[in-house]
């Protein structure tokens, strides 16, 4: 009879010992050499550093801009400070208020005295309402009586007034219709001005006594016998552009 192993006997064992020797455990990886290699999947990317160039470009380009910024807040403030300003001033001089302040947080000095209005012109008379009136110390005369004519200038204003009332000024005219009888001005030996003040419904006077001769512009030689007959006269009074209304009297 042949011979039957025994399955629980060594020569049994034997193979299986072998077949677990054969059999070889995963070969794990060292701990240091995972951590070390790129455990990121197949789709990542790899990120590269900018050189130094890029790196200055950029400082440019945000410094740049930021000065830009800089200048369109400066020029923005400038413009509105600007405008506040002169409204500020526009509204002071429309109100007729002080001095307007300065800008920027600067103090104005205090005026030592503030600015007087304008002075208004003085008051002048008005030389309109000076008048001359012309008049007689008698309305008829006698044959040897010589009248008296006198010239009055009188300020009807409110104002005193300067009149030049000298002889250069003034004129004692005579005449008998169309006839001019005499003059003052013809033979006048001299000429002056006489300036006076004359105040508010106050008048001057000047009296000239009338020998009855006639006379001619130059004082020209009057044949003798040739003075003024019995009749009516008129007498008007002159000073400068200034004429009176008549006055008349009669010589006998």
Same mark, same amino acid.
């Given at each position: 009879m042949g011979r039957q192993d025994d399955p629980t006997s060594g020569? $049994?064992?034997?193979?299986?010992? =072998?077949?677990?020797? =054969?059999?070889?455990?995963? %070969?794990k990886a060292p701990a240091g050499k995972t951590a070390g290699k790129n455990t990121a999947g197949p789709g990542a990317r790899t990120v590269r550093k900018a050189s130094p160039a890029v790196y200055r470009r950029r400082r440019l380009f945000a410094g740049g801009a930021?000065?830009? *910024?800089?200048?369109? !807040?400066?020029? $923005? *403030?400038? %413009? *509105? @400070?600007?405008? *506040?300003?002169?409204?500020? +001033?526009?509204?002071?001089?429309t109100e007729g208020g002080s001095t307007p302040q300065p800008t920027g947080g600067? %103090?104005?000095?205090?005026? @030592?005295?503030?600015? @007087?209005?304008?002075?208004s012109a003085s008051p002048t008379c008005d030389q309109k309402l000076v008048t001359v009136t012309a008049a007689t110390n008698k309305a008829s005369y $006698?044959? +040897? +009586?010589?009248?008296?004519?006198?010239?009055k200038v009188t300020n009807g204003g409110k104002l005193p007034? =300067?009149?030049? !009332?000298?002889?250069s000024q003034m004129e004692f005219l005579v005449t008998s219709g169309s006839d001019r009888i005499f003059s003052s001005g013809d033979c006048q030996a001299s000429s002056n001005d006489l300036v006076k003040t004359i105040a508010p419904g106050k008048s001057e006077t000047a009296n000239f006594p009338w020998s009855r001769?006639?006379?001619?512009?130059?004082?020209? =030689?009057?044949? +003798? $016998?040739?003075g003024a007959g019995s009749g009516y006269y008129v007498f008007i009074a002159k000073l400068g552009a200034k004429v009176s209304p008549p006055a008349v009297f009669q010589l006998s």
């Open positions: 020569a $049994g064992r034997v193979p299986a010992q =072998k077949s677990a020797m =054969k059999k070889k455990p995963a %070969t930021l000065l830009l *910024v800089l200048g369109l !807040i400066a020029g $923005g *403030v400038a %413009t *509105v @400070s600007a405008a *506040v300003t002169a409204k500020t +001033e526009q509204v002071a001089a600067q %103090t104005a000095a205090a005026p @030592s005295a503030s600015p @007087s209005a304008t002075p $006698g044959p +040897e +009586e010589k009248p008296v004519l006198t010239l007034c =300067k009149v030049n !009332i000298g002889t001769s006639r006379s001619v512009q130059g004082c020209a =030689k009057i044949a +003798e $016998g040739s």
